[in-house]
């Protein structure tokens, strides 16, 4: 008959089932367990213990092998069937180990030999616990980082990007291989990873591969893998990015950028959903979802006989274009509100809006760089300024549409910047204030004798904002 034991009269307490036939081992355990403020209750064989777990569906099973009418593995079976998240350590005599190293193959966390040690118990338990946190854990990380990803959450006030976000809703719920073009700077990375954490692949990995960032010699084996020995520094077998990316998506951007012999290897992997690490034999089948992207003409280089017509068809069952800044000037208000309220939180720096000479010069520009750049600007915007507005003095030169007119402090040293700072008359307040500002730091520079870690605490401000004020002044 089942004994139970509420040792802890809490809904937070983890839950642990013990299952033995033995009553004797059943209560030492779960006044031992109970100590430790875990919640605990007890079976006396595999049937009871099924039907237990199917209730409650407890953290970790401590339980015995062999036991009358449900022996441990067939329970263990069934609780697979149940949860698959639940640790289930077994308890065994020595002559049955190979059992229960087969029952860790088959999914038990782990296994104790009687006659066990206490402290054994516990510390397997607590593994276990602490291993379902990590998954927990992960499994939240996941959920947040996928809903940041929902399409209603990027930021866009263009006509234009809704219906290419109504578009990446749609093709998130396929399985087809999606070519996303555009320049660089419109977020196509992006669009890929919005086209994953929305489909039904999210609970997979999501993996990145710059085509164009890999030396062209060592990208077959960063798509593949590797064998031990394949070639000279190939001390182990690799995983390639196809296998890291199983029951997930591959992101492969600048594609534009693999040579000839390599898209024949991709297109295979493509059509047969196989390949070879490189220097091996054995075929791996691989279940990945491929999103492609490039700011390159893929069409022309076809024409040109710098990308094959095959693959090029291969990969564009679904194109999806991204849209140039310059193109939404409604978005450049709307982004550049976001970048300054994030930099300035990063930064720790009071800066409250960007007043309207400013503003019409970033919708004035023709933004070549797209939002990477309109991102850029105002941080360091954010970062030069010296007031609760962000002003036309405080953007980037070729934004600003100033000139250099030699007001600006240069200089390596503080005596230089401070006798620039002397000089009668001194301009307008902007100005004078950038004069002093810049013999402020170089005088803090020196006196920490150039460590920009210990100027940086003196002067109140992040590291990333004292570079940007070196970079501005010329200061090294």
Known sequence: MTTQFPAVQTTTAPAVLVVDDDEAIREMLVAVLSRDGLSVTTAADGVEAVAAFAAQRHAVVLMDVRMPRMTGLQALAEMRKLDRSASVILMTAFAEVGSAVQAIKDGAFDYVIKPFDIAEILLQVGRALQMRRMRDDIATLHRELSSSYHTDRILTASPRMGELLQTIAKVAKSNATVLVTGESGTGKELVAAAIHYNSPRNAGPF????????????????????????????????????????????????????????????????????????????????????????????????????????????????????????????????????????????????????????????????????????????????????????????????????????????????????????????GALREQVSRFEARVVAEALARNDGNRMKTALELGISRRSLLYKLQEYGIS
């Not at 959903?273 to 700011?295: K, M, P, Q, W, Y």
């Open 207 to 426: 993996v990145k591969v710059n085509c164009a960032a890999v030396p062209e010699g060592l990208l077959e084996s960063e798509f593949f893998g590797h064998e031990k020995g394949a070639f000279t520094g190939a001390q182990a077998r690799r995983r390639g990015r196809f296998e890291q990316a199983e029951h997930g998506t591959l992101f492969l951007d600048e594609i534009g950028d693999i040579s000839p012999s390599l898209q024949v290897k991709l297109l295979r992997v493509l059509q047969e959903r196989e390949f070879e690490r490189v220097g091996g034999t054995e075929l791996v089948r691989t279940d990945v979802r491929v999103i492609v992207a490039t700011n390159r003409n893929l069409e022309e280089m076809v024409r040109q006989g710098l990308f094959r017509q095959d693959l090029y068809f291969r990969l564009n069952v679904v194109t999806l274009r991204t849209v140039p800044l310059r193109e939404r000037p409604e978005d450049v208000r709307l982004l550049a509100s976001h970048f300054l309220q994030r930099f300035a939180a990063e930064n720790q720096i009071d800066v409250s809006g960007i007043d309207e000479q400013a503003m019409e010069r970033l919708l004035a520009y023709r933004w070549p760089g797209n939002i990477r750049e309109l991102s850029n600007a105002m941080e360091r915007a954010v970062v030069m300024s010296t007031g609760a507005m962000i002003v036309v003095e405080d953007l980037p030169e070729q934004i600003a549409g100033r000139a250099d007119d030699g007001d600006t402090v240069a200089g390596d040293s503080a005596a230089g910047i401070e006798a620039s700072a002397s000089v009668a008359g001194g």
